[in-house]
Nanobody
């Protein structure tokens, strides 16, 4: 079993910035973030492989950045110019080469003045 521990959620004003972190209990091939707003499906935000290939959703590509520290099994999501529509529960995920896929417990992000 793999544990994913997220941190960095909270309340931020529109236009503000916030960084999410997720630490995995073991190294994964791909790590990243999904988000789920109330009444909506969980959607991909960003992923990064161990070789630092990244994918970002079009809606966040110009404002968010995903990075990874392989030595610490940690992935970061830097989010700038936050909008009310970015408010959601953000879930860390990790995928392994054998196909196993794990979720974190989720961290709430609220964007409000």
């Amino acid at each position: 079993q793999v544990q994913l521990v997220e941190s960095g959620g909270g309340l931020v004003q529109p236009g503000g910035s916030l960084r999410l972190s997720c630490v995995a209990s073991r190294s994964a091939f791909t790590m990243g973030w999904y988000r789920q707003a109330p009444g909506k499906q969980r959607v991909l935000v960003a992923t990064i492989t161990s070789s630092v290939n990244t994918i970002l959703a079009d809606s966040v590509k110009s404002r968010f950045a995903i990075t990874r520290d392989n030595a610490k099994n940690t992935v970061y999501l830097q989010r700038n110019s936050l909008k009310p529509e970015d408010a959601a529960v953000y879930y860390c995920h990790a995928r392994f080469l054998d196909g196993r896929f794990y979720w974190g417990q989720g961290t709430q992000v609220t964007v409000s003045s």
